[in-house]
């Protein structure tokens, strides 16, 4: 019995003789059905480190979906008295509560003059899951005060009782700010790659199709724009933003010059593929066809590496998150009351804050959690979408 007809008897459930050795592979009938989506969602499955790290990205968006729900309290909201407190730890199954945690005193050192906080366990109050809390708009259409955590007293203050991750010099919830900073900076970066996909398809895609004279004029001026220094340029930017700006226009406004200057990458790898895909055989075909340049361009030549454009998209994603975080550090982007990486990592820039106040580092590790994991499932996606990869 040869190996098609062991693979047609299993097919239609007929019985196979016991002496056959070699092990029957289904899997090459559905691989050779199968699309080029379904191709790379499989090879991307095996790359277990890409895979992995997509599911730490999807968990970032979450909280980028749902920052005010997880956050306990008003990111704006400070004290004096509580600044600097180190983090809170929430205690389980303390005399018959499930979660409480404890009051928290400050005494100022007459010796370094800094405020030192203890923990008085005699006094505690009881903290439960989906609290009511201070309200706010969920995705700025729901009303609602649901928060993941909060107080079961809703009279008692939660700025008061609950910081997980310490305060600030000003007493701001540090953990509050991080949730509220993770939806910024991510979707300035989410924003900026899409913006810098469009810019990129556009022209590389122009470039390539039709070379010549407007091939050498565009890859002149994306040679120009590679070659201004960014930091200068973004200097001049950030000192020409009007003082009576919004937040949300400065954040618009730094989210299109960052994107101005990260798609020319892409550009140069789509006008490559370009100009290696307009004289095969199917382009030929479709335009002895009548078909329209645009069609041309979107509908046949264009999804033929569109998981090329994914893989370098995943790749750009953390050198947007990484440029709004440097400017905002800064102090070239985002400036307080907004809240983003670079803001909340500019109260641990001073050596002796971070000595004294090693949380308000916490930002900073998210920083790298996320980087990497972009970078991981970026390699991911470029391993699975290389069509020359082993299924």
């Not at 277990?48 to 999807?58: N, P, T």
């Not at 997880?70 to 730890?89: D, E, K, L």
């Amino acid at each position: 019995m040869n190996y098609l007809s062991k693979i047609k008897n299993r097919l239609f459930n007929k019985e196979i003789p016991e002496e056959i050795d070699e092990p029957i592979i289904l899997d090459d009938v559905s691989i050779q059905i199968a699309t080029q989506r379904q191709l790379i969602w499989r090879r991307f499955k095996r790359h277990r480190l890409g895979f992995a790290s997509a599911i730490v990205v999807l968990l970032f968006y979450v909280l980028v979906l749902f920052a005010d729900f997880f956050s306990t309290s008003v990111p704006v909201h400070y004290g004096a008295a509580r600044g600097f407190m180190p983090p809170q730890g929430i205690k389980f199954f303390q005399e018959g509560q499930f979660m409480s945690v404890c009051q928290v005193n400050g005494e100022r050192d007459m010796d370094t003059f800094r405020m030192v906080h203890t923990e008085d366990c005699n006094v505690r109050e009881s903290v439960s899951l989906f609290a009511k809390g201070y309200e706010y708009k969920l995705w700025g259409i729901f009303k609602t005060e649901r928060h993941i955590l909060g107080m079961t007293n809703p009279d008692v203050n939660v700025d008061e009782w609950i910081h997980i991750m310490g305060t600030d010099k000003q007493g701001r919830d540090v953990y509050s700010r991080l949730m509220h900073g993770t939806r910024v900076s991510l979707t300035i970066g989410l924003i900026g790659v899409a913006l810098s996909i469009v810019f990129g398809i556009f022209i590389g895609s122009i470039s390539g199709y039709y070379g010549g004279l407007i091939d050498s004029l565009l890859q002149r001026f994306i040679e120009i724009i590679r070659s201004v220094p960014t930091i200068p340029l973004y200097m001049g930017f950030s000192s020409a933003f009007p003082e009576d700006w919004t937040i949300n226009q400065v954040y618009f406004m730094i989210t299109i010059i960052i994107s101005l200057f990260a798609w020319t990458d892409l550009a140069r790898v789509i006008r490559g593929r370009f100009l290696s895909l307009r004289d095969e055989d199917f382009v030929v075909a479709a335009r002895l066809n009548g078909a329209s340049t645009m069609r041309v361009v979107f509908v046949h030549m264009l999804p033929s590496f569109y998981s090329h454009v994914i893989a370098q998209a995943s790749l750009a994603l953390p050198l947007m998150i990484i440029t709004e975080t440097s400017l905002s550090y800064l102090g070239l982007g985002l400036r307080p009351p907004a809240v983003s990486y670079g803001v909340l990592l500019k109260d641990a820039q001073n050596v002796q804050a971070v000595a004294h106040s090693p949380w308000l580092f916490l930002p900073g590790v998210a920083v790298i959690v996320v980087i990497l994991a972009l970078n991981f499932m970026g390699d991911g996606i470029r391993d699975a979408a290389d069509p020359y990869q082993e299924v």
